[in-house]
């Protein structure tokens, strides 16, 4: 057994780069990975964990959503060595037929999905669904596996407890270096539920100092002082909430109106709109404002006090 090394992979299929971070655990010539990029950017990612010299024997999802858990069956395939795909109870048949996956993600996404690609189906005996509060050992450690739902209703996050790293995928929003300008957006896109996103926040910050050093984001890469981070998107978040449905009160019922109205009036929100990398403005910012809509439209609840 060697010791635990955690390494960030770009899973961004080209023409971009450092837009979505699938991550690889190494122990000696094992890994496992966090997430598995998109069908896409599967080539890319065995090269670079060939390049690392490991097998890969299994891979851990935070959600099933195609930049996320879209890779996973090519992985399979291409690599041989994986035995085990873990994913949220909700997303696990997902995986093992993504038909309706595929359709529903083409009906949202349009152009999107195409640049994703299509998810290959995993074997039914591979893929699993560990319980809230799991942990699985590995080199010495343990990864927690802790349900998140709110960005997705199958989303789940993991703590690398000696790390001290949380692998948030899309459950504490984006935070992505465009043309040397960090921008950070909440991602939620529809069917969001802004209620079940806070509290989920809440519980990866009652983690607390010392358990949280840092954050490993879906987009992408790390954050130091990670519970520094969180506390800070839930604060953020609130103010992206409140102003999206005080836009839609006053009459604000189509994306281009509210896109305009948060970026006048929020400057992370205007870094997205004016970003001039489609993935920042179209999949993030876009994806944020039709989620916010969404839910503003059916009135779903908001949390009542905001993080302080
Ligand atoms: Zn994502």
């Known amino acids: 057994m060697g010791r635990l090394e955690v390494k960030v992979l770009d899973g961004t299929p080209p023409p971009f780069t450092r837009m979505i971070s699938p991550y690889l655990l190494i122990c000696g010539d094992e890994a496992i990975m966090i997430d598995s990029g998109s069908r896409t950017s599967a080539e890319a990612l065995v090269e670079q964990v060939k390049g ?20 996973a069956g090519s992985l399979y395939r291409l690599l041989g060595s994986v035995e085990k795909v873990l994913v949220h109870p909700r997303g696990l048949r997902h995986l093992v037929d993504p038909s309706r996956l595929w359709e529903a993600s083409r009906s949202y996404l349009g152009p999107y999905a195409d640049y994703f690609g299509k998810p290959e189906s995993l074997p039914e005996g591979v893929v699993e669904a560990p319980d809230d509060g799991a942990s699985i050992a590995f080199c010495g450690d343990r990864l927690r596996i802790i349900y998140t739902p709110g960005h997705a209703s199958h989303h789940m996050s993991m703590l690398l407890e000696g790390e001290g790293i949380l692998f948030t995928g899309d459950s504490a929003g984006v935070s992505v270096v465009d043309d040397s300008v960090r921008v950070e957006v909440p991602t939620n896109p529809p069917p969001f539920k802004p209620l079940l996103y806070y509290e989920s926040l809440l519980k990866m910050i009652r983690l607390g ?81 039709n989620g916010l809509l969404d839910a503003a439209l059916r009135k779903e609840p908001l949390p009542q006090v905001a993080y302080t």
Do not use: C, Q
């Not at 998107?233 to 005080?246: C, G, L, V």
């Open 52 to 71: 690392e010299g490991v097998r890969l024997k299994a891979i851990v999802l935070t959600h099933i959503h195609l930049d996320h858990g879209g890779g």
């Open 209 to 289: 100092r010392g358990v949280v050093e840092k954050v490993a984001l879906g987009h992408y890469g790390f954050r130091d002082d990670g519970l520094g981070y969180l506390e800070r998107h839930a604060r953020d978040i609130i103010r992206w909430f409140k102003m999206a449905y005080e836009a839609v009160s006053r009459g604000a019922s189509d994306p281009g109106a509210l896109a305009e109205v948060l970026a006048r009036e929020l400057e992370e929100a205007s870094r997205g709109y004016k970003s001039s990398n489609p993935i920042v403005r179209e999949f993030f910012y876009m994806g944020a404002v």
